[in-house]
T-cell receptor
Framework: GESVGLHLPTLSVQEGDNSIINCAYSNSASDYFIWYKQESGKGPQFIIDIRSNMDKRQGQRVTVLLNKTVKHLSLQIAATQPGDSAVYFCAENWKNNAGNMLTFGGGTRLMVKP | DAMVIQNPRYQVTQFGKPVTLSCSQTLNHNVMYWYQQKSSQAPKLLFHYYDKDFNNEADTPDNFQSRRPNTSFCFLDIRSPGLGDAAMYLC?????????????FGSGTQLSVL
């Protein structure tokens, strides 16, 4: 669903630590999920995706976990770097009359302290 | 080698003065989307084109229109911008709408309304 409000949740981590960003999605029929990274003044950038028939997927330094029972998605970033500082959005794919649509959840701002 | 290009990056318009934002893509994708993103919020889908078929989200105001003259280009027209329309406008593409496809985003156009 659409996030409301002027303040994003913020996660502050020390450089080199692991980060975990969480997301609750809304539609139990969603079958595909994506994490996007958005730096200030830029468009969202694809990080990693996962299909609903999986519960874990790993990329380079990133892991996505999917728990369909509680409709929860998480993004784990290993050895967080200053360049990881950004807003992270999860997105879920679901079907409406016009086809399959990608809907964004509320974002989380990640701040990495050197 | 930008694949989804939005122009201009920054647009200033006056209250009530029509404005057009443009998007072009080199990916030859069938689907083009327009999202509105207000400060500290998630991107919100306004509408999308599947080839020449236009699909409007139910809650998109009539003030927002779109044109897609060919596969490569898509325009967002705001007929009478209000102060509440100040936002980042994101264009995105994907190959199909059958699901399980990530979107490719442009860098966005930041619209200010004076």
């Amino acid at each position: 669903g659409e996030s409301v409000g002027l303040h994003l949740p913020t996660l502050s981590v020390q450089e080199g630590d692991n980060s975990i960003i969480n997301c609750a999605y809304s539609n139990s029929a969603s079958d595909y999920f994506i994490w996007y990274k958005q730096e200030s003044g830029k468009g969202p950038q694809f990080i990693i995706d996962i299909r609903s028939n999986m519960d874990k997927r790993q990329g380079q330094r990133v892991t996505v976990l999917l728990n369909k029972t509680v409709k929860h998605l998480s993004l784990q970033i290993a050895a967080t770097q200053p360049g990881d500082s950004a807003v992270y959005f999860c997105a879920e794919n679901w079907k409406n009359n016009a086809g399959n649509m990608l809907t964004f959840g509320g974002g989380t701002r990640l701040m990495v302290k050197p | 080698d930008a694949m989804v290009i939005q122009n201009p990056r920054y647009q200033v318009t006056q209250f009530g003065k029509p404005v057009t934002l443009s998007c072009s893509q080199t990916l030859n994708h069938n689907v083009m989307y327009w999202y509105q993103q207000k400060s500290s919020q998630a991107p919100k889908l306004l509408f999308h084109y599947y080839d020449k078929d236009f699909n409007n989200e139910a809650d998109t105001p009539d003030n927002f229109q779109s044109r897609r003259p060919n596969t490569s280009f898509c325009f967002l027209d705001i007929r009478s911008p209000g102060l509440g329309d100040a936002a980042m406008y994101l264009c995105a593409t994907s190959p199909i709408t059958t699901g399980n496809e990530k979107l490719f985003f442009g860098s966005g156009t930041q619209l200010s309304v004076l």
